[in-house]
């Protein structure tokens, strides 16, 4: 009797003091390490994380993220959130393209692994870095509920704040550190509907509490008026059409371009279209490549990252990925239905394929089986074979002009850089930059160059608020896949509060 009392007394002191274990001392969840990365055969220099946290167990809805602990020191850098857009791309894209902790070379033979080798550019490097599948349907990111799968901006940022607040209870060691949310292209959207959702959470009280202090925007869509009026000005800056043809059509247009319904102005606009038909939309200065294949049209363009590989010949059919936003020169942003990419290259150029674009590398990790078991991400015969940018989601922009967010956000203390690749025609730096002077902010560090070493990596604007405007020059839509180091670099400044 005495031993069975004194043997529960110390089981109650063993649970009363596991109760009072702090929460940095449980850890990360050891199911979701990834032990091991097929293709790559070296010793990985940090901890990476992968699995799905559920944000709707009655609807089975379960978002799909990969975390990359910093190399620098995981217990005090920064977290960051990294979103890719489309709308209806995996976020893989930032990790196997960008910033994420490989570089991916083409496989030596058919239906091998590519080889993976370490990126000296990764953003790991400055932080801990979490890639999320968002929405559902994206990526390895799936519903149990088929009507999920239709969609828009306000239920998207609700589904990926939940998934954060479950992820932060997962990982409790990194509640502390400071958190950041950065993403491009139609992540533009994502970026400031969540940082709201976020902050406000924060002020609610909401448990646990996200230690949040800024975001970042690359190439990011952002308000109709302003999206749609930089193109012309941009073309035409670029030299990419006459001067007599920008005359032609500011006169006819009124100098507005984005919601134009007069026939003068849409001629004119449709002949600005044609002349910058071949040219590669998500950076300027790409030669085009025309593949020989017999199944896509003859303007098909493929930009630097395909050219890697080298040419590919034959009849079958080649896979492409897009660098980031789903909307061509023709489709400024607007409320309403989101057409994906695949949807819209079909209506465009009759093809599934996007133009400009190759993902034959993730396509080709990302659906091998022993990638996805080591990665934790259910098969192909569960869910669906990965794709860069899925046709499985319907969606819609429903939050409207992002500008009122981010007055809301800067002038509630949080900080924002806001970046531009400067050959980027698709969202082109000249509505960044615009909308960003047109908050009004007083200007607090007037327009210069940063430098990368003794060079000039781009032009830069700060305002009060916390607000920072940068373009990096040369780069493409895609900025860290172009400029990779001038990447890095931006990124530890920002997140160091340090001046551009």
């Given amino acids: 009797m005495g031993a069975s009392v004194a043997a529960m007394a110390l089981l109650l002191c063993a649970c009363l003091s596991l109760a009072f274990v702090p929460l940095s001392v449980l850890g990360a969840p050891a199911s979701a390490a990834v032990e091991s990365v097929p293709g790559f055969s070296g010793t990985l220099p940090s901890k990476h994380y992968s699995g799905y946290v559920s944000v709707n167990e009655t609807h089975g809805r379960e978002l799909f993220y990969y975390f990359v602990e910093s190399e620098g020191n995981p217990a005090t850098d920064p977290v960051v959130l990294w979103l890719n857009g489309g709308p209806g791309c995996s976020s893989f894209d930032g990790f196997i393209?960008?910033?994420?902790?490989?570089?991916?070379?083409p496989a030596a033979e058919s239906n091998s692994l590519p080889k993976l080798t370490l990126n000296p550019y990764s953003w790991?490097?400055?932080a801990n870095v979490l890639y999320l599948d968002s929405p559902a349907g994206v990526g390895y990111s799936y519903s149990k509920t088929r009507a999920d799968y239709i969609t828009g901006d306000l239920q998207t940022a609700l589904d990926t704040h939940a998934f954060l607040l479950k992820w932060f209870e997962d990982y409790p060691e990194y509640q502390a550190n400071p958190f950041f949310i950065s993403g491009e292209s139609y992540a533009g959207i994502y970026v400031p509907t969540l940082s709201r959702n976020v902050a406000h959470g924060i002020k609610a009280g909401v448990k646990p509490v996200i230690n949040f202090k800024g975001y970042l925007v690359g190439n990011g869509c952002t308000d109709d008026q302003f999206d749609g009026d930089a193109i012309v000005p941009f073309i035409y800056g670029m030299g990419l059409i006459s001067v007599d043809m920008y005359k032609n059509v500011q006169t006819a247009c009124n100098g507005s371009y984005w919601n134009a319904t007069?026939?003068?102005?849409?001629?004119?606009?449709?002949?600005?279209?044609?002349d910058v038909d071949a040219v590669n939309i998500y950076d300027i200065l790409e030669p085009c490549y025309y593949p020989e294949s017999s199944s896509l049209r003859s303007n098909t363009r493929l930009p630097q990252s395909f050219r890697r590989l080298g040419e590919t010949k034959g009849p079958h059919k080649i896979r492409k990925r897009q660098f980031g936003r789903a909307y061509p020169l023709r489709l400024p942003l607007k409320a309403g239905r989101v057409p994906t990419w695949p949807s819209l290259s079909h209506a465009l150029f009759d093809s599934e394929n996007v133009p400009c674009t190759d993902d034959r590398i993730a396509d080709s990790w990302l659906n091998h089986a022993s990638v996805?078991?080591?990665?934790?991400?259910?098969s192909a015969a569960d869910i669906g074979p990965w794709e860069l940018c899925t046709n499985n989601i319907?969606?819609?922009?429903?939050?409207g002009s992002m500008i009122p967010i981010h007055r809301e956000l800067t002038t509630s203390g949080y900080r924002a850089l806001i970046y531009s690749g400067d050959h980027d025609m698709c969202v082109p730096y000249t509505g960044s930059e615009a909308w960003t002077s047109s908050l009004g902010y007083k200007v607090t560090d007037q327009w210069r160059a940063w430098f990368v070493g003794r060079q000039v990596a781009g032009y830069t604007q700060g305002y009060a608020n916390n607000l920072t405007f940068a373009t990096i020059k040369g780069s493409g839509h895609t900025v860290p896949e172009y400029k990779p180091a001038e990447a890095l670099a931006f990124f530890q400044r920002f997140l160091s509060a340090e001046p551009l």
């Fill in 97 to 105: 393209y960008e910033h994420g902790p490989f570089k991916f070379e």
């Fill in 124 to 126: 790991n490097k400055a």
């Fill in 262 to 274: 007069e026939k003068t102005c849409l001629q004119n606009l449709n002949d600005i279209y044609a």
């Fill in 372 to 378: 996805r078991a080591a990665l934790h991400a259910k």
């Fill in 394 to 399: 319907i969606f819609y922009h429903d939050a």
